[in-house]
């Protein structure tokens, strides 16, 4: 009942509440993004979603204006300190997760879940194993198990294995623990950057 319906149900309620805080951060941080470069406020990315159906993912912008797409090994977003791409602005939104706010625009609309595993890009559907697969059954989340446990320093085969884990547990139990194992990863900004990837990413750039 719980995945069916009331999971949906508490993503429409606690969004439309949560939609007020977020036009306030967004009022107050349009400005400073758009200052620092005169680029747009937003960054909206093509994500996959539930059933593999593509849709247009809301975000804060933290790189600079037409920086270049770099991708880890396994099609996951380049993550990593001195990504020289980020903002200044960019780099404490990064730390504190504001960049991701806007998407409460997208659970609201029912693209996504307060809480799932996190959108891959349309990249993700090209040679997909059984394993990556099973994220699929679910919406994508703002945050998720995998994020509860890593943050950002997941990547391949253990980032699908962790999602696979929420699809076969999900319950409003498992929501609750994430939540909150989020909010604790966030405030002590453990894992913001993904390590391995920086290491594959700097062998690839020649660095």
Do not use: C
Not at 6 to 33: C, E, N, T, Y
Not at 188 to 198: A, F
């Amino acid at each position: 009942m719980y995945r069916k319906f009331f999971k949906r149900f508490l993503d429409i309620l606690l969004s439309m509440i949560a939609l007020v805080f977020v036009g306030i951060v967004v009022v107050i941080m349009a400005p400073i993004i758009w200052l620092e470069d005169r680029g747009p406020v937003f960054y909206n990315a093509p994500r996959v979603g539930r059933n593999g159906k593509v849709f247009k993912m809301f975000k804060l912008r933290s790189m600079k204006v037409n920086a270049p797409d770099i991708r880890n090994a396994d099609g996951s977003t380049y993550n990593a300190a001195d990504d020289p791409r980020v903002t200044r602005i960019g780099r404490i939104m990064r730390k504190t997760s504001i960049d991701e706010l806007p998407q409460i625009l997208n659970v609201f609309l029912g693209h996504m879940s307060f809480i799932g595993p996190r959108p891959a890009t349309p990249r993700f559907l090209e040679n997909m194993t059984p394993l990556m697969q099973e994220r699929l059954k679910v919406r994508p989340g703002i945050t998720g198990y995998t994020q509860m446990k890593y943050r950002n320093s997941a990547q391949g085969e253990a980032r699908y294995t962790a999602d696979k884990y929420y699809v076969d547990n999900l319950s409003f139990a498992l929501d609750v623990k994430i939540l909150f194992g989020t909010v604790f990863k966030v405030l002590k900004r453990e894992n913001i950057y993904n390590n391995v990837s920086k290491q594959d990413q700097s062998k690839e750039i020649g660095g």
